[in-house]
């Protein structure tokens, strides 16, 4: 009974926490927000995971990609870009008839496509972490949006990074895919300064900062 009390509790109290409003009460998109969203990513792999989602996403909901995620994860091999890069026609064949995924065969193509970018851009000595967060020189910018109607779709530094990955051969990589990306993994921190989170990972890429120059 006092585990059960104290698990009520818990759940209450995170329930009270003020948050961006566009999680709003979905459990998977409020635990998002709250555990991913906005974090400093660094690990080469979820970033690509990442890179391939929000391609996903275009035309639809990031919600409709977070309950299709676990499926994605296990049908792409984990997101590893050694295994997609050597996808076959067979292969994508297969995945074209997986009900649990976006069937889109422009989105499925750009996958295995952006898993060959991004070896290559590895063959040459550049990371994927490397080459994107040299875009905001290696620290979260630290926004302070009041509203909700302030947060940009698109800014002139997602344009860029669009084009310079449009260049070494990235596809479903538009502005505003990146500035959706750039959100998601933490390359600038979109909370709004009054959800509980904006403080919370300001003092996370602040504590990261200290680490490097230690």
Same mark, same amino acid.
């Given at each position: 009974?006092? &585990? ?7 759940? !209450? ?6 948050r961006c409003g566009w999680c709003g009460d979905d459990p998977l998109y409020r635990d998002y ?6 974090v400093p990513l660094h690990d080469n792999q979820k970033l690509f995971e990442f890179l391939c989602? *929000?391609?996903? &996403? ?9 309950? $299709?995620? !676990? ?9 590893? @870009? ?6 076959? +026609?067979?292969? $994508? ?9 976006? %069937?889109?065969?422009?989105?499925? !193509?750009?996958?295995?496509?952006? /898993? ?6 590895? *063959? ?5 972490? *490397? ?15 009041? %509203?909700?109607?302030?947060?940009? /779709? ?5 344009? $860029? ?9 990235? /596809?479903?990589?538009? @502005? ?6 750039? &959100? ?12 509980? %989170?904006? /403080? &919370?990972?300001?003092?996370? +890429? ?5 680490? +490097?120059?230690?």
């Open positions: 009974m006092a &585990q059960m009390g104290f698990r009520q509790i818990m759940n !209450e109290s995170m329930d009270n926490l003020t927000h709250d555990c991913e969203w906005g989602l *929000e391609g996903a &996403q275009a035309g639809l909901s990031w919600l409709t990609i977070l309950r $299709k995620r !676990e499926r994605y994860i296990r049908v792409f091999d984990g997101f590893s @870009p050694d295994a997609i890069a050597r996808y076959d +026609a067979r292969k $994508k064949a297969g995945l074209m008839n997986d009900p649990g995924i976006v %069937r889109n065969r422009l989105k499925v !193509e750009a996958f295995v496509n952006n /898993a060959r970018a991004t070896l290559t851009m590895r *063959e040459s000595g550049l990371t994927l972490d *490397e080459f994107l967060w040299e875009f905001v020189d290696g620290r979260p910018i630290q926004n302070a949006w009041h %509203r909700q109607d302030q947060v940009p /779709a698109r800014t002139d530094l997602s344009s $860029k990074l669009s084009s310079a990955l449009k260049q070494r051969g990235f /596809a479903f990589v538009g @502005p505003t895919i990146c500035y959706a990306f750039m &959100q998601a993994t933490g390359m600038v921190n979109d909370h709004l300064v009054s959800c509980f %989170r904006y /403080a &919370q990972i300001r003092e996370q +890429a602040g504590q990261s900062k200290r680490q +490097a120059a230690g």
